[in-house]
C-alpha cells in the first residue's frame, strides 16, 4: 500500500518548528518560533495541550516522560511530561541552543549552540557535563552514537565533526558543508542520525544528497540521491529497524530510501511547497511526523508497509536479474535511484505496472521514470506524469550484465547530463505592500502614513481595526470582518477591503468611502466567478484591484467601474499616490534564485499615459521584493529583502537608484526593518526594527525608526567622497519639485531655493577641495554643474589662489553659460509666441468674435501697431480671448459701468496705456468710452496669479534690478508672458515720443483679420518651429489621439532634450531664412534700448551692448 500523505495542521506561528514522538507513540510533540509545546494526540486533535516554555523554542526531546527543550533564554530546560510542570534547567549557553537530543537509553542529553560549545548533561544530574570545543562557528545540530561512545555534531563553519565521548576528543572530521555565519543564514539545519541498534552509520544531508559514513572505518561508503531533490536537504531521520532513512528538503519534499539497496521508494511533496525542518519516525515505524518553517503539522501513514515488501522484492529482483520472465526486472539494479517507483504496485512488489496513472492521490508517490530537465522542475507544480516512457534511465545497470540490446535504444535517454544548467527560481507570491503573513491571527493589514489596518482572527473576534495618524482626517473604526477580508488599503478618503472567493462566494471588493458627503458610504462589488483579488490600492479619487484574471480593475472613489487592463504576467503588488498607479508583475521565469519582475507606471490624471513601460525591475541578487510604494512626495521606492532601497530617478531616463541599505545598521544576521514610509523632505526612511524576524508583532506597538540614507558611493570615508555623496543625494532627493510643478502641484519654493544652495555650497567645497590637490581640470568640470553666478565666485577663487590658467577657462565658461542661458530664454519666447498663434488659430474663428468685434469698432490704429509689431498682436489675441467674456477692468474700484471705465487705477501702479496713444503722439486723444484703452494690456497683466510684480519692475524705472539668474516665478509660462509684454510695453511707450511720421503708416485696405494673417505669415521660423513641422508626423505617430496644443506641448518636451548644440544648428537654419527681417528687430530693439535709457533719466547711465552684456540684456535689466 502506497505512502498517504494527510493534510498539514496549523500549529505554531511562522517560524522554525520541531517534532517528536513519545515512547510509546501516542501522543507528538511539537515546539515553535511561538514559546509553546504542544502536545497532539493525534494530527485530528482539535485542542491539543499547549505548555509554555519561553519566548521561543528551538528544539525539542522527549524521552522516558522527561521533556527537553532548547529556549531562546539560552538555556535548556527539563519538563514533566504529559503534565508539562517545570522540572529545572538543565544548562546554560551563552547564546540560543540550536539542538537537543537524547541519548538510546535517555539518560543522557547533547546540546549544541551558537557559541561554538557541544555539550553533554546527565539528566540525573545536571553537574555532571563535558564540554566539547572545537567548532569555529554556531553548531546546528547534535547526534548521539546509540552505544554511547561517539557524539556527531555539523556546524556553520562546514565541518561535521566526530567526538570520542569519553576522551572528548575529536575522532574524525569532514568538510563536507558550505560555511555560513549564523544558523538563520545557513542553507541546511544538517540534521545528524545515527543508525539505530548498531549505529553503524552516520547519515549527514550533504547539499543534494545523504551522505553515509562508516563507523569502523570513518570512510565514506555511500551516497543516497534522486532527480526530485531540486533544493538541499534539511533533515534526516532513520526508521526504528536501521533499514530505511526519510529525509525533509528546503524545496518540501519528503523521500525514504531502502538503505540497503541504495533505492528511493517513497517520495512525496509538501502540499504548499514549504521548508520541511522537523522530522520524528513512529516507534513502530507505520508513521512520520514532520514539521515546515510556517508552523504548520503533517504526518505521513503507511510507510512501514512498504518497507518489508519492497525490501524482499529488490532482493528477488538482484537475484532473477539474468531471467527473461520480467523485462523491467533488469532496470531494478542496487544503484539505481529512480526505477522502483514505477515497478512498484500497492504492495510494493516489482511487478509491471502501467506509467500513465492518473491516480491524483498518488501523483507524487506513483511518480513514472522522467528526465531530468522535468523533476528538476517539479517544485513548479508540472504535471509529473505527463513523461515519455522513453525516456527510462539506465545508469545503474551494471556493466558485467552484458545486456547490450537493450544499450542502443535508451542510451540516448540518459536523463543525467540532459541539463545542468542554471535551474528556475520560484516565483513570489502577490502581497500587500505595508502587511504582514495572512496566516497570522493579529496581524498588520496595511501600515502606511496615513494610518494602520489591523486585522483579528482567532476564537473570540474576528475584527478589523481601522487607526489613523491624523485623528483629523477620521476617528478610529472597528469593523466586524464577517467576509474575511484578508487585503486592505487607506488613503485619506476611503478603506478599501478585498477577500479571495470560495466555492460558494464570489471574491468581494468592499469600499468604505469615509470623506463622501452624502450618507451612503459604503460599496460592494462581487468579481466575476474564479477570478480573485490578488492586490489592491487606492489613489486621489480611483481605487485599483489586480485579479487572478491577469487584469487591473479601475474603479472611482465611489464605486463607478473605469478601464479595465490585461497585465503580461501575474501580478506581484500594486501600490497608487495622487495619480499615479504603480503595477509590478512576472514579466517571466527567474533562475537561480533570482527574480524576473516587471514594473509598470501609469498617470491617471486627466490626460492618461503610461510612464513606465514594462522595464524589469532591479533587485539584489537571489532576492525577491519586500515593499513597493511612494515616498510622500510621490516618488516610487522598491526595497528588495537584501534591505536594499531604490528610488526611481526621473531625471536619468527613469532608472533606479540605491539610496540605502537597512542591514548596515541591523545589529545581528536575523534581525531586519519593516519599512512603514519613506520621507524625500526631510530625507527620512520610518521603519520598524524587527528583532530575528522580518515583520513586527501587533502586541506592543511596535515602536517606529528612522535611518538615514547613503548613497553607495566610493570612498565615502574620504572627503571628496563624502561631498559627492551629499551633493547627489541632493539632487536626487530634490527631483520632486520638478515633477510636481510640472503636474501643477504647489510647491515649498523656499525649500527649493535652500535646496539649490546647498548644492551650489557643496560644489564649490568639492572646487576649493581640488584646487587644494591641483586638480585643475576637475575644477573645470565641477563649474560646468554650477550656476553662472557660483562660478563667478570660482573664478575669484582660483585668481586669490594665483590659478590664472583655470580663472581663465572658468571665465570662458562663464561666457558660454551666459549665452546658453540668453539662447535658451530667447528660444523659450519663441516657443511660447509659436504656442499662444497655435492656439488662438486651433480656437477657431468663432472664439475670435471678440477680437474682430474690437477691430470692426474701429481701433485702425492699433492695426499700424500691429504691422510694426506682430509679437505683441499674437500676444494681445490671446488675452483677448482669454478674457473675452466679461469687459470688467479688474483694476476697477468700486461698481462703476464696464463700459465706462476710469483710467485712475492704472496710474496707480505707474503704468502708461501704450494703445491710448493718438496718430499725434498724445496720450490723451483717445475716446474715453473706447473699449481697447484699458481692456487688452489691462486685462492680460491681471490674468497671471501674480499681480505684475515683473511687468511693474520693467515698466517703472525707480524699481530694483532684476538679476539675470534670480530663481524664477512659480509658473514659467506666466512669468515669461509677463517679461515679453512688459519689454512691448516699454518699446511702444519710447516710440510714442518719437514723430508721428515715423510710427503712423497708412492702414493696410483688407479687413483686419487678413491683416492679422498676413502679419503672422510674415514671422520669420524659429528652431523650434522648424524642429516640430519635421518631426509632428513622429508625434503623431506616437501619440495618435493628440490634439494639437498637446502636439505642440509634446514637441516643446522633446526639442527641450537635444543637446544645446542640436538646438543652436536648429536656430541657425531658422535663422538662414530669415536674416534680413532679424537684423531688422535687433536694430529696432537697439533703438527701444536708446529711447528707454533717455526715458528713464540722467539717474542711470547706459552700459554697452557688448558680449558681457547679453545675460542682462537677456533678462529685460536695464540699467
Known amino acids: 500500500m502506497p505512502c498517504e500523505r494527510k493534510p498539514m495542521r496549523y500549529g505554531h506561528s511562522e517560524g522554525h518548528t520541531d517534532v517528536c514522538f513519545d515512547d510509546e507513540g501516542k501522543c507528538i510533540v511539537t515546539c515553535g518560533s511561538d514559546g509553546d509545546v504542544r502536545i497532539w494526540e493525534s494530527l485530528d486533535d482539535d485542542d491539543p495541550k499547549s505548555i509554555n516554555v519561553g519566548e521561543k523554542v528551538y528544539s525539542v526531546a522527549l524521552k522516558n516522560g522527561k521533556l527537553i527543550t532548547a529556549v531562546s533564554n539560552n538555556t535548556v530546560q527539563i ?71 561517539f557524539l556527531a555534531s555539523s556546524s556553520c563553519d562546514g565541518s561535521v565533526t566526530v567526538w570520542s565521548i569519553e ?22 539545519l544538517c540534521r545528524l542520525a545515527w543508525q539505530p541498534r548498531s549505529g553503524k552509520l552516520l547519515a549527514v544531508p550533504v547539499d543534494l544528497t545523504i551522505q553515509l559514513y562508516d563507523k569502523n572505518t570513518w570512510t565514506h561508503v555511500s551516497t543516497l540521491s534522486d532527480d526530485l531533490i531540486t533544493q538541499v536537504v534539511n533533515v534526516v531521520v532513520w526508521s526504528p529497524c536501521g533499514k530505511f532513512l526519510a529525509a525533509g528538503t528546503v524545496g518540501g519534499n519528503l523521500l525514504i530510501w531502502d538503505v540497503e539497496a541504495k533505492l528511493c521508494i517513497e517520495r512525496q511533496k509538501h502540499e504548499k511547497g514549504f521548508t520541511v525542518c522537523g522530522m520524528a519516525w513512529h516507534p513502530s515505524g507505520g508513521r512520520i511526523a514532520y514539521t515546515d518553517t510556517e508552523g504548520c503539522l503533517g504526518l505521513l501513514e503507511g510507510v512501514s508497509s512498504s518497507s518489508p515488501s519492497s525490501s524482499s522484492a529488490i532482493q528477488n529482483t538482484k537475484a532473477t536479474a539474468a531471467k527473461e520472465t520480467n523485462d523491467y526486472d533488469d532496470l531494478f539494479d542496487e544503484d539505481d535511484d529512480r526505477m522502483m517507483d514505477e515497478g512498484m504496485s500497492d504492495s510494493r512488489s516489482p511487478v509491471k505496472k502501467p506509467i500513465m496513472d492518473d491516480d491524483d492521490d498518488d501523483d ?132 478599501l477591503l478585498a477577500c479571495e472567493g470560495t466555492d460558494e462566494l464570489a471574491s468581494k471588493i468592499q469600499c468604505l468611502h469615509f470623506s463622501c458627503w452624502d450618507t451612503h458610504k459604503d460599496w460592494m462589488v462581487d468579481l466575476p466567478k474564479g477570478e480573485d483579488v490578488r492586490a489592491l490600492c487606492l489613489g486621489q479619487g480611483w481605487a485599483a484591484v489586480a485579479t487572478s484574471a491577469l487584469m487591473v480593475r479601475l474603479f472611482s472613489i465611489g464605486g463607478v467601474q473605469k478601464e479595465i487592463f490585461s497585465l503580461p504576467g501575474a501580478v506581484v503588488c500594486i501600490a497608487g499616490h495622487g495619480e499615479q498607479l504603480l503595477i509590478v508583475y512576472h514579466r517571466g521565469t527567474g533562475f537561480d534564485g533570482d527574480q524576473a519582475l516587471g514594473i509598470q507606471l501609469l498617470h491617471l490624471g486627466r ?47 527613469n532608472t533606479w537608484t540605491p539610496v540605502c541599505n537597512t542591514r548596515d545598521a541591523c545589529k545581528s544576521k536575523s534581525d531586519h526593518y519593516w519599512v512603514v514610509g519613506i520621507h524625500e523632505n526631510p530625507q527620512q526612511l520610518r521603519c520598524i526594527p524587527c528583532k530575528g524576524s522580518r515583520f513586527p508583532p501587533t502586541l506592543p506597538r511596535p515602536a517606529v525608526a528612522v535611518l538615514p540614507f547613503n548613497l553607495p558611493y566610493c570612498q565615502t570615508t574620504t572627503e571628496k567622497g563624502q561631498m559627492e555623496e551629499q551633493y547627489w543625494r541632493s539632487m536626487l532627493f530634490h527631483n520632486h519639485y520638478g515633477f510636481l510643478s510640472s503636474n501643477g502641484y504647489e510647491i515649498d519654493s523656499e525649500g527649493q531655493s535652500q535646496a539649490e544652495k546647498e548644492q551650489q555650497e557643496l560644489l564649490m567645497k568639492m572646487f576649493a577641495l581640488s584646487c587644494k590637490l591641483e586638480r585643475e581640470f576637475r575644477c573645470v568640470e565641477l563649474a560646468e554643474l554650477m550656476t553662472h553666478s557660483v562660478v563667478t565666485l570660482a573664478i575669484r577663487y582660483a585668481s586669490r589662489s594665483r590659478r590664472m590658467a583655470l580663472a581663465q577657462r572658468l571665465s570662458e565658461l562663464a561666457l558660454e553659460k551666459a549665452n546658453q542661458l540668453l539662447q535658451e530664454e530667447e528660444q523659450e519666447e519663441d516657443e511660447m509666441a509659436y504656442l499662444s498663434r497655435t492656439s488662438r488659430e486651433y480656437r477657431g474663428p468663432n472664439q475670435m468674435s471678440s477680437r474682430q468685434a474690437q477691430v470692426e469698432n474701429g481701433c485702425e490704429e492699433e492695426e499700424e501697431e500691429e504691422e510694426e509689431y506682430p509679437q505683441e498682436e499674437q500676444m494681445d489675441a490671446e488675452e483677448s480671448t482669454e478674457t473675452r467674456k466679461p469687459r470688467l477692468n479688474p483694476f476697477i474700484k468700486g461698481g462703476k459701468s464696464p463700459e465706462r471705465p476710469s483710467p485712475k487705477p492704472v496710474s496707480r501702479e505707474g503704468r502708461v496705456n501704450p494703445f491710448k496713444v493718438s496718430g499725434a503722439g498724445k496720450s490723451s486723444s483717445s475716446p474715453a468710452g473706447q473699449p481697447r484703452t484699458t481692456n487688452v494690456l489691462d486685462s492680460m497683466t491681471m490674468s497671471s496669479r501674480k499681480p505684475a510684480t515683473l511687468s511693474g519692475t520693467s515698466k517703472q524705472g525707480k524699481a530694483p534690478v532684476l538679476k539675470p539668474l534670480a530663481p524664477k516665478p512659480k509658473s514659467k509660462t506666466q512669468a515669461t508672458l509677463l517679461q515679453m509684454s512688459a519689454s512691448k510695453g516699454n518699446s511702444k511707450k519710447q516710440e510714442d515720443g518719437q514723430s508721428g511720421a515715423e510710427k503712423v503708416k497708412p492702414a493696410p485696405a483688407a479687413t483686419p483679420p487678413v491683416s492679422a494673417e498676413n502679419v503672422e505669415n510674415r514671422k520669420p521660423k524659429t ?28 514637441g516643446m518636451g522633446r526639442f527641450r532634450t537635444l543637446s544645446a548644440e542640436e538646438r543652436l544648428n536648429w536656430t541657425e537654419r531658422a535663422k538662414g531664412d530669415s536674416d534680413p527681417k532679424k537684423r531688422k528687430r535687433e536694430d529696432e530693439a537697439g533703438q527701444v534700448d536708446e529711447h528707454m535709457e533717455s526715458d528713464e533719466g540722467s539717474a542711470k547711465k547706459k552700459k554697452p551692448l557688448d558680449t558681457s552684456a547679453k545675460l542682462s540684456a537677456f533678462a529685460f535689466n536695464k540699467e
Open 79 to 149: 519538563h514533566t511530561f504529559p503534565d508539562g510542570d517545570p522540572d529545572g534547567i538543565l544548562t546554560r549557553f551563552t547564546t540560543n541552543a540550536n539542538h537537543v537530543t537524547f541519548n538510546a537509553s535517555g539518560s543522557r542529553v547533547a546540546a549544541g549552540s551558537s557559541d561554538f560549545l557541544v555539550k553533554m548533561v546527565e539528566v540525573a544530574d545536571s553537574s555532571q557535563q563535558k564540554t566539547l570545543r572545537g567548532h569555529d562557528a554556531p553548531v546546528l545540530s547534535v547526534a548521539l552514537d546509540p552505544s554511547d561512545e
Open 167 to 188: 576522551s572528548q576528543a575529536q575522532v574524525a572530521q569532514w568538510k563536507v558543508l558550505q560555511k555560513s555565519s549564523d544558523v538563520s543564514n545557513a542553507k541546511s
Open 364 to 495: 507524487d508517490d506513483l511518480m513514472p521514470a522522467t528526465g531530468r530537465p522535468r523533476n528538476r522542475g517539479s517544485f513548479l507544480d508540472d504535471d509529473d506524469n505527463s513523461q515519455d516512457p522513453g525516456s527510462v534511465k539506465l545508469d545503474g545497470l551494471p556493466e558485467e550484465d552484458g545486456r547490450s540490446a537493450i544499450h542502443p535504444a535508451v542510451a540516448p535517454a540518459v536523463a543525467r547530463p540532459v541539463y545542468e544548467g542554471p535551474m528556475p527560481t520560484q516565483p513570489q507570491r502577490a502581497f500587500q505592500p505595508g502587511s504582514t503573513p495572512v496566516h497570522l491571527m493579529h496581524r498588520f493589514m496595511m501600515w502606511n502614513s496615513v494610518g494602520i489596518i489591523r486585522g483579528y482572527n482567532d476564537d473570540q473576534d474576528n475584527a478589523i481595526d481601522v487607526e489613523f495618524h491624523d485623528t483629523a482626517v477620521h476617528h478610529a473604526m472597528h469593523l466586524t470582518n464577517t467576509l474575511g477580508h484578508t487585503m486592505a488599503d487607506l488613503s485619506q478618503e476611503a478603506v
Open 607 to 653: 490626460k492618461r499615459r503610461q510612464v513606465i513601460h514594462g522595464e524589469p525591475l532591479p533587485l539584489s541578487r537571489k532576492s525577491y521584493l519586500a515593499w513597493m510604494g511612494f515616498t510622500a512626495e510621490g516618488t516610487p521606492c522598491c526595497i528588495d529583502s537584501e534591505g536594499v532601497v531604490r528610488m526611481l530617478n526621473r531625471t536619468l531616463g
Open 1023 to 1050: 528652431g523650434f518651429q522648424l524642429w516640430l513641422e519635421e518631426n509632428r508626423k513622429s508625434i503623431l505617430a506616437d501619440n495618435p489621439d493628440f490634439e494639437e496644443m498637446d502636439v505642440i506641448k509634446e
